[in-house]
């Protein structure tokens, strides 16, 4: 694997990050049917979470949302690297792996209003997406919970041979947290197929994960520590990410054991919607949002001969499907009060069990 990004620049502003070279990644490296398809991913994330911003201005969205606009191109390259049976954990930052996966737009948008058509009828919402029949084995919204999680699921599918691939989408947080580290030792111990992803968007909550952290890269740096080669990728490059995916995917479903990877990218808003990002300098924002991932890929694709037709169609396509999910998804009911005591437990009812 290649640094995209040097160690000494690591982590800096945004103008270490390499330019869109007209030579990377063009030619046969990724098939063309999968490249427009990154692409129609791509957009298929950034317009639902439009949406899905604007619903939450007009206080449609119940609860808070956080959006991953800007980083698309991780959900996007994971997603065309992974089969149908392999199973994803996300964290709250969930919609565009939910999406990645092939979960219709309708009843995630859905969950997200808590109207009885959505997801998990309503009762998840933005932070709980589950979707079993597509592999999406929830997202978590407490801070590294779902690494060890996912460790699980990779030894079921190791015990029971079935060739799955678990991958574990958390943030750069999450490696000072002492899950991070628990499971990267059991999963480098018992050689499970588990791809750990760290979503290096280079912000906490609201902190720099530079001012609190010994290493410059918060993953990819720790990885020798648990004898995995350390990994960092330009996470706003689609097809960067989709390579590096196949590549550890493969190893992981040969018996090759766990990979740590560190996609570095940018969210363009804040932690969260209750929050205006203003710890962040404009110009770094700025530059950042010059480094569009969506913006990288579509001049990458038209200096592959692909029109600007082609893509303005599949641009259109997405359009109106947002636009059919939103009406779908509104006229939805509110769940009825009788549903909050089912789907407890295991056999679908609310009493307590020893």
């Known amino acids: 694997m290649r640094y995209p990004l040097s160690e000494h620049d690591y982590g800096a502003h945004p103008a270490v990050l390499p330019?869109?070279?007209?030579?990377?990644?063009?030619?046969?490296?990724?098939?063309?049917?999968?490249?427009?398809?990154?692409?129609?991913?791509?957009?298929?994330?950034?317009?639902?979470?439009?949406?899905?911003?604007?619903?939450?201005?007009?206080?449609?969205?119940?609860?808070?949302?956080?959006?991953?606009?800007?980083?698309?191109?991780?959900?996007?390259?994971?997603?065309?690297?992974?089969?149908?049976?392999?199973?994803?954990?996300?964290?709250?930052?969930?919609?565009?792996?939910?999406?990645?996966?092939?979960?219709?737009?309708?009843?995630?948008?859905?969950?997200?209003?808590?109207?009885?058509?959505?997801?998990?009828?309503?009762?998840?919402?933005?932070?709980?997406?589950?979707?079993?029949?597509h592999g999406v084995l929830g997202s978590y919204a407490i801070i590294g919970a779902h690494l060890t999680i996912a460790n699980g699921a990779a030894w079921s599918a190791q015990y029971r041979g079935s060739g799955q691939v678990t991958v574990c989408f958390f943030g750069d947080g999450t490696t000072n947290i002492g899950a991070f580290h628990e499971a990267l030792n059991y999963a480098a111990v018992f050689q499970l197929p588990v791809v750990f992803v760290c979503e290096n968007n280079l912000y906490m909550e609201y902190t720099p994960i530079a001012d609190i952290t010994a290493v410059p890269r918060p993953a990819a740096d720790r990885s020798s520590a648990y004898g995995l080669d350390p990994v960092a990728i330009d996470g706003n490059d689609a097809d960067e990410v989709y390579l590096t995916a196949t590549t550890a995917v493969q190893r992981a479903r040969a018996g090759g054991g766990p990979s740590l990877i560190e996609a570095v990218t940018y969210r363009h808003g804040g932690h969260s919607r209750a929050d205006p990002g203003k710890y962040r300098p404009a110009d770094e924002v700025e530059a950042w949002k010059r480094y569009d991932p969506i913006t990288v890929y579509r001049g990458r694709l038209q200096r592959l001969g692909i029109d600007q037709a082609s893509m303005d169609r599949i641009d259109k396509e997405v359009a109106a499907e947002v636009d059919r999910a939103t009406e779908e998804a509104i006229a939805g009911d509110l769940p009825s009060p009788a549903t909050a005591l089912t789907e407890l437990w295991a056999d679908g009812g609310s009493s307590w069990h020893n």
Do not use: C
């Open 19 to 133: 330019p869109d070279d007209p030579t990377r990644h063009d030619g046969d490296a990724v098939p063309l049917p999968v490249r427009l398809d990154l692409y129609r991913k791509m957009q298929e994330m950034r317009l639902f979470e439009k949406r899905a911003y604007d619903l939450f201005m007009r206080q449609l969205v119940k609860g808070t949302s956080h959006l991953s606009l800007g980083m698309e191109a991780i959900a996007a390259g994971f997603g065309a690297a992974l089969r149908a049976d392999d199973l994803t954990f996300a964290t709250y930052r969930g919609h565009a792996h939910t999406l990645a996966r092939g979960v219709p737009m309708t009843p995630v948008l859905a969950e997200l209003l808590g109207r009885s058509n959505g997801l998990m009828g309503g009762k998840g919402g933005s932070m709980h997406l589950t979707s079993v029949e």
